[in-house]
């Protein structure tokens, strides 16, 4: 209110007030908002190197449980007899139940029809009508004139989209059609003919039936030989026969797939354990300190996934710990493999490893790689864990900053409303002292005409 009555008479006194409140409020405020703005700048960095650090260990916690779920763990199914039936991994699925017993009771077969011989695909076989009828419905095909021979015959039911398809097969002794549906008993046809010419001769030279497997002690049918469901996870293919003889489905890979896990999950932990190294580094000797230097919650964040090589995942067998298997830590929190003890401990038992880091049934006392992780994530970003309590003393600061910062801005305006206040009542002072000494003058200059 006082800043337009200084501006017009500041030229009174010859100052610039204005300008001289402005440098008066700066001194008294300045140092403090510069200190306050250095504080709000690293404080904001901080919050965002946290926030990544939570993000990070996550994304490392989600990557390596996608790994243990995925083929690369588990390594190619293995069948003790590979003529009878063979087992490959379902696309994203992890197997469970292995090893099982499985019986090949019966494979599923199609139904097969089969026409005489006539002397080549393209002699006349007779103008007729053929109405296949099956589980779908009832399709008509007619040959006529256009289509009178095999091969016209053989275009028309494929053409039908009647589920059945037909091929010519053709020898030295000539050709004849065959005609077959899908693997499974509920894709078996009947053929009836109507028509001037005699019937066309067809032979069953096969049964629609389904296969029939037993898994430990369970029979189960499917429609067809290739067969999911039966073992969690695994897709099973029927090739023979051999009804009263077991064999087994196992999932007992080359060592290379434990290997490979091992070196994977080891890779993804380095990585995240030297981002949190620079995030923490204390800038000592000239370095450059990280933004998470001294932070309580950061520090407490190495200490619980350092604890990851020690702690028990699984409370049998001669592996229960990463250590075990030869993962140790290095001096910077890295981790290294011990390439020949882990090689010792697959070769010793791979199956037993493999449990280890991922149990087939998970209890409190055998929670795998992913139930340490889960465990981990789940203390550190809890309402009472270290990440979350970091996060929200961090985000106090930044409150507590920011009302910091309204109270000196406050209290400046309030300064600058007193001084503009108290440099309006000098000028006020200064004039009337300047008029009263140009009355005083004017009067002894008319003395001094007198």
Do not use: C, H, W
Request: aromatic content about 4%.
């Amino acid at each position: 209110m006082y800043s337009s009555v200084i501006n017009s008479i500041g030229a009174g006194s010859g100052l610039n007030t204005s300008q001289l409140v402005n440098d008066l409020v700066a001194a008294s405020t300045g140092v403090k908002l510069d200190q306050l703005n250095q504080r709000s700048q690293l404080n904001s960095t901080r919050i965002s190197a946290m926030a990544a650090t939570a993000s990070a260990i996550t994304t490392f916690a989600d990557a390596v449980k996608e790994t243990l779920n995925g083929q690369a763990f588990v390594g190619e199914l293995l069948s003790s007899r590979t003529e009878l039936a063979n087992a490959t991994v379902v696309e994203g699925a992890r197997p469970e139940g292995l090893p099982a017993s499985v019986e090949v009771v019966q494979i599923a077969t199609a139904q097969r029809e089969m026409s005489d011989i006539f002397a080549s695909a393209s002699d006349p076989i007779g103008e007729r009508t053929l109405t296949i009828a099956n589980s779908t419905g009832s399709f008509d095909i007619v040959i006529d004139a256009t289509n009178n021979s095999l091969a016209g015959l053989k275009d028309a039911i494929n053409g039908s989209n009647s589920g059945v398809t037909a091929s010519i097969i053709t020898d030295k002794a000539g050709s004849r059609i065959v005609l077959e549906a899908q693997e499974g008993a509920d894709n078996g046809f009947t053929i009836t003919q109507s028509g001037p010419s005699a019937a066309l001769n067809l032979t069953n030279i096969g049964t629609a039936q389904d296969s029939i497997i037993r898994v430990d002690g369970i029979e189960l049918t499917n429609s067809s030989n290739t067969v999911l469901g039966a073992i969690p996870g695994v897709q099973l293919s029927l090739l023979a026969a051999e009804p009263g003889t077991t064999f087994t489905i196992s999932g007992d890979g080359e060592p290379l797939d434990v290997r490979g896990l091992v070196k994977e999950f080891v890779t993804a932990y380095n990585d995240l354990r030297r981002s949190l190294n620079n995030a923490t580094a204390p800038g000592i000797e000239g370095d450059t300190a990280g933004p998470l230097a001294g932070d309580r919650g950061a520090k407490e964040v190495i200490r619980q996934l350092s604890q990851l090589t020690s702690v028990q995942l699984t409370a049998s067998g001669d592996f229960r710990t990463l250590a075990d298997i030869g993962v140790r830590t290095e001096r910077d929190g890295t981790l290294t493999i011990d390439e020949k003890r882990l090689d010792a401990a697959i070769a010793l038992d791979s199956g037993a490893v493999k449990l280890m880091l991922e149990p087939a049934v998970k209890t409190e006392t055998n929670i795998g790689l992913s139930g340490a992780l889960d465990s981990i994530s789940t203390r550190l970003q809890d309402k009472s864990g270290a990440l979350a309590l970091a996060q929200e003393r961090l985000a106090t600061i930044r409150k507590s900053i920011n009302e910091r910062r309204e109270k000196i801005n406050e209290d400046g305006d309030r300064l600058r409303e007193q001084l503009q206040s108290t440099f309006a009542g000098l000028e006020r002072q200064l004039s009337m002292l300047r008029a009263t000494q140009s009355y005083v003058e004017q009067q002894f200059a008319s003395f001094d005409k007198d």
